[in-house]
């Protein structure tokens, strides 16, 4: 019977290793790759993206996008974690309206004992866009953090600026 178990624990230590050296096709197996990178980001610096010249529809876009997210565990310890996020582009002519939000909360603990808040942030973001011609802008923009664990109760910017868009 020792011997039938040393076997298999062999076995199972290394058939999968030799398996794996060139049976697996190219892509499977080779690392793991994340699904993400972790951040909710709604205020980012850098130019926008603007429509290109060949797009007829280029003065009508309507975009907008929800996630949301939870993670749940139980047993000896506890832990939940909530994201959630929305963003949207209207133009219409000349005029651009660009929003978004996310919200990111988490707390965990042990049994018998209470949870303790380890993720709280919010965040928003607006902005308006008036298109003067094909290439020059003139817009504003307001946003909002809230983040905890930074210590900032609210950071609040307003941008008024004009743009020029050297390629489109």
Known sequence: MRVCFAVGFVALIFV????????????????????SKGTTD?????????????D?????????SFNLGALFAAGNSRSLALTSAVKSKIRRE???FTGGAALNYAQAGKT?????????NVQGLLRYDYFLSERVVLFAKVSALHDRFQGLDLRFNADPGVGYYFIT
């Open 16 to 35: 999968p290793s030799l398996a794996l050296a060139d049976d697996v096709p190219k892509g499977l197996g080779t690392g793991v790759d994340s699904a």
């Open 112 to 120: 018998g004992q209470g949870e303790t808040t380890s993720v709280e």
């Open 56 to 64: 007829p529809e280029k003065s009508k876009i309507t975009e907008v």
């Open 94 to 96: 000349a005029h651009q």
């Open 42 to 54: 709604v205020h980012r610096e850098g130019f926008e993206k603007v429509a290109t010249k060949d």
